[in-house]
Nanobody, 120 residues
Framework: QVQLVESGGGLVQAGGSLRLSCAAS????????MGWFRQAPGKRRELVAI???????NYADSVKGRFTISRDNAKNAVYLQMNSLKPEDTAVYYC??????????????WGQGTQVTVSS
C-alpha cells in the first residue's frame, strides 16, 4: 500500500501563486508517473499535470505556461508550482501516483485532496 499526503493548498488572490507538495510513503517498490488532478464543484476530475519517472511532463492546456510540475524521485515526492492563478483554478487538487509492485502489477493511488481557492 502507498499513501499520498498533500500539502500547500489555501486561499490566494487572482494573480498570486501557490505551491502544492505531495509525498508518497508506505510499501513502495517503483513509482512510475506522478501528477495532479483537480475537481471543481459540479465538474469531473481533470488532469492538471503529470510527470514520468524520467521527467517527461504533460500539462492541461488551461495551465500551460502558468503551472510547473516537478518531482524528487529520491523522496518519492511531486510538486506543483502554480503561478498567475485565476478564479477558474479553484478546485480540490488531488495527488496521483502510479506504482508498480514487485510482481509487476500497477496500481493507481490518490491523495485525500487539498483545496485551492482563488479569489477575484
Amino acid at each position: 500500500q502507498v499513501q499520498l499526503v498533500e500539502s500547500g493548498g489555501g486561499l490566494v488572490q487572482a494573480g498570486g501563486s501557490l505551491r502544492l507538495s505531495c509525498a508518497a510513503s508506505g510499501s513502495i517498490f517503483s513509482i512510475n508517473a506522478m501528477g495532479w488532478f483537480r475537481q471543481a464543484p459540479g465538474k469531473r476530475r481533470e488532469l492538471v499535470a503529470i510527470i514520468t519517472s524520467g521527467g517527461t511532463t504533460n500539462y492541461a492546456d488551461s495551465v500551460k505556461g502558468r503551472f510547473t510540475i516537478s518531482r524528487d524521485n529520491a523522496k518519492n515526492a511531486v510538486y506543483l508550482q502554480m503561478n498567475s492563478l485565476k478564479p477558474e483554478d479553484t478546485a480540490v487538487y488531488y495527488c496521483y501516483a502510479d506504482e508498480t509492485d514487485g510482481l509487476g502489477y500497477s496500481r493507481d493511488y490518490w491523495g485525500q485532496g487539498t483545496q485551492v481557492t482563488v479569489s477575484s
